[in-house]
Structure formats: C-alpha cells, structure tokens
C-alpha cells in the first residue's frame, strides 16, 4: 500500500489553490506604535474572493 497518490493530490490541490494567490505585505512608518491607523483590503473584480493570512497559507 503506498500514500503517494493522496499526497499527489494534495499537492496538486495547494497548486490549484495558490497559483493565483497574490501576497501584498504591510510596514507600518518607522516609530509607528502597533495601533497605528487601520488597514483594509479590497477588490473590483467580480467571483475574486480576499483572504487573509499572517502566515501567507491558503485555508
């Protein structure tokens, strides 16, 4: 018995999934405090769904 076909899928699952995945990063102003103002994210294409991510892996 071999678990190489179900780990194939797996990772052909998480290719599928990240291929279009976009990483944008965020550095708050030198002396900033970690409240400092808020940040959003948004998109105007239509079926484009946002997530986000501290470690950068797709759920």
């Not at 279009?20 to 948004?42: D, K, M, N």
Request: net charge positive.
């Amino acid at each position: 018995m071999t678990l190489l076909p179900e780990y194939a899928a797996q990772i052909a699952d998480a290719h599928a999934r990240q291929m279009q995945q976009y990483r944008l990063v965020y550095a708050a102003p030198e002396g900033a405090g970690p409240t400092a103002g808020s940040l959003s994210f948004a998109s105007v294409r239509s079926g484009m769904k946002l997530s986000v991510s501290r470690t950068g892996r797709v759920q």
